[in-house]
């Protein structure tokens, strides 16, 4: 039997690379193609600077680590509250989002106001460079090894 | 609300994190690979994509926009008391994966899982990943009932160059899994070493 058949593509561009969050907001992108998608939910409660949280938002990664600094202040919206006791120990944004049921943007939303108030830190993810950092696979290799 | 269980609690050094990206067509075992290796029972999260224009589906109301919900299924491994890596399977839809950003352009490299039976059914999302330049390998999931092609008859098949693994595996099984992996690792390894990882 002769299986079908695929031709192979070559590379449109250099792809994006995702610049480190330190949590630092950068713009959040309008509706265009590699915008961010329009959320779709308005219980972020306070986005970036104060700007109802449509314009800015912090550059947040699915895998970026997230610990909080402090306990929820009685300020906090319930949201806020339930993702600062989740992350008194490190945890992954992805996490956050599976164990708050919200999704991924949301998060990011809630995120950008509690980093804005220095509530959470945020642990940069490694993303895939140019030339990916040799000793980082080799460290995953060896923990691949042990499992 | 649900929060992680005391043994599934990262250790406070916990500092960076890396992840790899599981794909493929319906039913080859993405999330079946991400349980098998998972530390943690493997967790679900989602994304709502709103684009105009996208797709052709009648379901979502107006015809210029459509607001469709992403699921992924995700696994964790510690790598060391500093170091995690987390999977994420990409169950159904797989026209939007792309739209989720950053999913794949931060990703370390991808697993394409291939089920023989259905070839083609991985086809576009292996070109898409050439067009993004996310290195990747190829896992043959082995189904019973699946017909067995030789190695380099499938990688004609699939177009693919000599330098892309393609490895047999049965991702039912942690230590089958966890070599898909491995494979990925040297592979992005070689990679590094020849300077080629764009």
Redesign the interface.
């Known amino acids: 039997m002769t299986p079908p058949r695929r031709q192979r593509r070559t590379p449109r561009q250099a792809p994006p690379v995702p610049p480190p969050d330190r949590g630092t907001a950068t713009p959040g992108g309008g509706p265009g193609p590699k915008g961010n998608p329009e959320r779709l939910f308005v219980i972020g409660g306070e986005g970036g600077d104060g700007d109802e949280g449509g314009g800015e938002r912090a550059d947040i990664d699915l895998v970026t680590l997230i610990v909080a600094r402090a306990d929820p202040p009685v300020s906090a919206t319930p949201e806020q509250a339930a993702l600062l006791r989740l992350c008194a120990a490190p945890l992954s944004v992805a996490e956050l989002s599976a164990y708050l049921a919200l999704p991924f943007s949301v998060v990011t939303v809630l995120l950008t106001g509690l980093l804005a108030h220095e509530l959470v830190e945020a642990r940069a993810p490694i993303v895939r460079q140019k030339v990916a950092d040799r000793l980082l696979l080799e460290a995953v290799m060896h923990g691949l090894q042990r499992l | ?4 269980r005391t043994e599934d ?4 050094t ?6 790899i990206v599981i794909v493929g067509g319906f039913g080859v075992g993405k999330t079946t690979m991400v349980g098998s ?1 998972s530390e943690i029972r493997p ?10 224009g996208i797709g052709v589906d009648d379901d979502f109301g107006s015809p210029t926009k459509t ?1 469709t ?1 992403v699921a ?1 299924d ?1 696994g ?5 008391e500093q ?4 999977l ?1 399977g990409t169950p159904g839809q797989e026209r939007f994966w792309f ?5 794949f ?5 991808a697993v394409v899982l291939v089920d ?1 039976r259905r ?2 059914s991985s ?1 576009d999302v ?3 990943l ?5 290195p990747f390998v190829v896992g043959l999931n082995a189904f019973p009932d699946a ?1 067995r ?1 030789p190695v380099d ?2 990688r ?6 000599e330098d892309i693994p393609i490895v047999e595996c049965d991702v039912r099984r ?2 089958s899994s ?1 070599d898909v ?2 494979t990925l ?2 592979f ?2 070689s ?3 020849t ?1 080629a ?2």
Request: glycine letters at 8%.
């Open positions: 609300m649900t929060g992680p609690r990262l250790p406070p916990a500092e960076t994190a890396v992840k290796v967790l679900t999260t989602e994304e709502t994509m709103t684009q105009a607001a919900t992924m995700f964790r491994i510690s790598i060391t170091l995690v890596l987390y994420f739209l989720w950003n950053g999913l352009e931060g990703a370390l490299g023989t070839l083609e086809f292996m070109g898409k050439e067009e993004r330049g996310v017909p092609h008859e499938l004609t098949a699939l177009d693919l160059s942690r230590a966890r992996l491995m690792m040297r992005l390894h990679l590094a070493m300077g990882l764009t």
